[in-house]
């Protein structure tokens, strides 16, 4: 298990890229999160939801993602509880607070989705969630110490040196585990080193007689992550996915608070034609673009009364009348029909309200949340693919014109009379080169060489490399046996 210091330290990646070296050297891998908080959600073969990140890692290790993978998911909602997320199926609905009481009925989940993974592979690579260093929520814990102790399983410590202060965390952290959980960690990595990694050699060694445990890796940043997929908004805030590209065609998509599966345009970012910004709240849409897109929202509502109250739908507005191209993907689609309305409270509280008005569709949020990967065509005949997670139904006249016409022959999403306003329900659209180059065809950007599903396998590979050189992995292997 990397369990780490805190939030962010970089625990996803590792995992990612550990499963990748350790199946180059022959191994069958399986990554695990016990519990995960994030509204990035991927829908795996056997039918569930699991997060991105370990969607992410199951790629890395060559194998299909499983519902197993991630037996317990948070999406938080607006009014601060979750939906629960429990095997791939949606369980029910929490405060922060009720939740607690709610872990020691899910551990036995938990454990019987291990289980699962344990017997059909040589390891199981598990990620902790958060710090394992918060005492306070110790009792109650699944994600991280509750977890390791009940399956028994050695666990690595990983600190971030990047954001300083690492030598007080890790021997910090040393301090308030208890006893019976100090004595499962079997050793600690220091990650994103910048420059000369001997300037910390001393630094390794004080952590090492602090706290009994021996480092097992000083590991150099890994430029190249940002490539890959980040986890969670929280990684949006970061100044390198902040800046746009550069290129010549300029994209913008609003950051609302609800924001999910912001991922999807990764691909377009990666475009070195395509000068791709998100933006923050107290700024303006910027004009002059040549699409707007609207991502993904797990707080549908919530998220349009804050689109408003940014003035973001005065943009949105004024872009359209000047004859610019808007995108909305699953919940910014719901954002562009007439009417959403959450008449059960499934994303927060119960509500109705209209919604921008440039698709005619009105969207109504109930019955069971479709989770599925699928494939089809825009009528321009162009192949895509990707996978639907959404609750609820969209309909009206321009769901007559849909965005798409899938392989089981059900339409998908819909088209203004004029074809400038779409909305699809497809997250992962433009990861097909395909699809993503009819779009920036359409856009007047000239054909890229790149190829989006090759830069991620050859990122995956390079942090192999990459880890195979800074980490002990014939350490944490005997640590596993």
């Known amino acids: 298990m990397l369990a780490g210091t805190g939030s962010g330290v970089g625990k996803s990646l590792l995992v990612a890229g550990l499963a990748r070296a350790l199946t180059r050297r022959g191994l069958s891998v399986r990554p695990f999160k016990p519990q995960n908080m994030s509204n990035n959600a991927a ?27 991630n037996p317990v998911l ?42 699962r993974l344990r017997a059909g592979c040589d390891i199981v690579l ?39 202060g690492v030598i007080a965390s890790l021997i910090g952290t040393r301090a308030v585990l208890e006893p019976d959980d100090a004595a499962l960690v079997g050793g600690f990595i220091v990650n994103r080193m910048r420059g000369d990694l001997s300037l910390f050699a001393d630094g390794m060694a004080m952590i090492a007689a602090r706290t009994g445990w021996p480092g097992l890796g000083l590991v150099a940043h890994f430029a ?9 908004a929280a990684d949006l805030a970061e100044p390198p996915r902040q800046r746009g590209s550069g290129g010549a065609l300029r994209i913008a998509a609003p950051m609302l608070p609800g924001i999910a599966n912001f991922d999807d345009l990764d691909p377009l970012r990666a475009e070195p034609g395509v000068d791709l910004r998100l933006i923050p709240r107290g700024r303006p849409l910027p004009v002059g673009c040549a699409l707007l897109i609207l991502p993904g929202s797990k707080t549908t509502l919530a998220d349009l009364a804050v689109l ?27 954002m562009l029909g007439q009417t959403i309305a959450d008449p059960h409270g499934l994303e927060g509280p119960p509500g109705e309200a209209p919604g921008l008005g440039l698709l005619a569709v009105a969207t109504t949020l109930g019955g069971d949340k479709r989770l599925v990967e699928t494939a089809g065509a825009t009528p321009d005949g162009v192949r895509l693919s990707g996978y639907e997670m959404h609750l609820g139904r969209t309909d009206g006249p ?13 339409p998908d999403g819909a088209r203004s009379a004029d074809g ?19 779009w920036l065809h359409r856009l007047g950007a000239p054909a890229s ?15 192999a490399v990459h880890l195979e050189r800074h980490v002990d992995i014939a350490g944490l292997l005997s640590l596993a046996r």
């Not at 601060?80 to 899910?106: D, E, H, M, T």
């Not at 260093?133 to 690595?156: H, K, T, W, Y």
């Not at 739908?313 to 719901?334: E, F, M, N, P, T």
């Not at 699809?424 to 180059?437: I, K, M, N, P």
């Open 43 to 69: 829908v795996t073969a056997d039918g569930g939801e699991i997060g991105r990140a370990q969607a992410l890692q199951a790629r890395a290790a060559g194998v299909a993602a499983t519902a197993d993978m």
């Open 74 to 115: 948070l999406k938080p909602h607006a009014d601060g509880g979750a939906q629960i997320i429990v095997q791939g199926k949606l369980w029910g609905q929490a405060s922060g607070r009720a939740f607690q009481s709610l872990k020691p009925q899910l551990l036995p989940r938990v454990l019987e989705s291990f289980a």
């Open 126 to 164: 598990v990620e902790g969630a958060g710090s394992v260093a918060e005492a306070n929520l110790r009792p109650q814990d699944i994600a991280n110490m509750g977890f390791a102790r009940a399956a028994s399983v050695p666990v690595v410590l990983i600190g971030d040196i990047d954001r300083g």
């Open 224 to 232: 190249a992550a940002q490539a890959l997929p980040a986890e969670d």
């Open 308 to 334: 408003r109250a940014e003035g973001w739908d005065i943009d949105l507005l004024a872009h359209r009348r000047q004859g610019g191209r808007i995108l909305g993907l699953c919940g910014g689609y719901q």
């Open 398 to 410: 321009d769901a007559a014109r849909p965005f798409a016409r899938l392989d089981d022959g059900r």
């Open 420 to 438: 400038l306003v779409c909305g699809s329900y497809l997250h992962r659209l433009f990861d097909g080169d395909a699809q993503r180059a009819a």
């Open 449 to 463: 060489p790149y190829r989006h599903t090759d830069a991620i396998e050859t990122t995956l590979d390079a942090l």
